[in-house]
Antibody, heavy 122, light 107 residues
Framework: QVQLVQSGAEVKKPGASVKVSCKPS????????VHWVRQVPGQGLEWMGR????????YYPPNFQGRVTMTRDTSITTAYMELSRLRSDDTAVYYC???????????????WGQGTLVTVPS | EIVLTQSPDTLSLSPGERAILSCRTS???????LAWYQQKPGQAPRLLIY???NRPTGIPDRFSGSVSGTEFTLTISNLEPEDFAVYFCHFYGTSRTFGQGTKVDVK
């Protein structure tokens, strides 16, 4: 079955960077875009961008451009999201999610990782 | 940027009742770019509806989506105990935003 397994919780100081991994299984890694979405505890969801694991091409929305970097390693079928210059308001659960559409993008998501809590104390 | 406003914030109902959740967009959008997710505490969201009214394989038919103008609606007919959760709408067109969520809890 399809699963996306993420790395564990992180505590980072303001100004540092965090890199979260996402390892899908149960399907061909390069056939589906991987998205990243975050959720401040008790609040709503915020889309951070997507990566095409086949080509490595990325798309970031304006509010994350310059601070987020999404990469992948096809040899170990793992996607990564790195967020830099962390602030206390970056404290959130970060999810990776699989795009619904194969070999393209729909920008909605059918399978999600379990989430990674990143805490940035103020 | 499209803003999504969900209402009500909380809906208190009993099992077997019908839930009607609203998601209004700040401007007219193409109906195909709206999805709904269900989220339970400590879990990741689950896709319920895409393209305003389409259900992925495995989603029960008691979940249905519709649209009228700028108001999108998720209807859950005959609430089951496992349906009590938070529901988010999601616009994935020119901008990609989520509503703030509606909590469906037990009355």
């Amino acid at each position: 079955q399809v699963q996306l397994v993420q790395s564990g919780a992180e505590v980072k100081k303001p100004g540092a960077s965090v890199k979260v991994s996402c390892k899908p299984s149960g399907y061909t890694f390069t056939d589906y875009y991987v998205h990243w979405v975050r959720q401040v505890p008790g609040q709503g969801l915020e889309w951070m961008g997507r990566i095409d694991p086949n080509s490595g091409a990325t798309y970031y929305p304006p509010n994350f451009q310059g601070r987020v970097t999404m990469t992948r390693d096809t040899s170990i079928t793992t996607a990564y999201m790195e967020l830099s210059r962390l602030r206390s308001d970056d404290t959130a659960v970060y999810y990776c999610a699989r795009d619904y559409r194969s070999r393209g993008w729909s920008d909605y998501f059918d399978y999600w990782g379990q989430g990674t809590l990143v805490t940035v104390p103020s | 940027e499209i803003v999504l406003t969900q209402s009500p914030d909380t809906l208190s109902l009993s099992p077997g009742e019908r839930a009607i959740l609203s998601c209004r967009t700040s401007q007219s959008v193409w109906r195909r770019y709206l999805a709904w997710y269900q989220q339970k505490p400590g879990q990741a969201p689950r896709l319920l509806i895409y393209g305003s009214s389409n259900r992925p394989t495995g989603i029960p038919d008691r979940f249905s989506g519709s649209v009228s103008g700028t108001e999108f609606t998720l209807t859950i007919s005959n609430l089951e105990p496992e349906d009590f959760a938070v529901y988010f709408c999601h616009f994935y067109g020119t901008s990609r935003t989520f509503g703030q969520g509606t909590k469906v809890d037990v009355k």
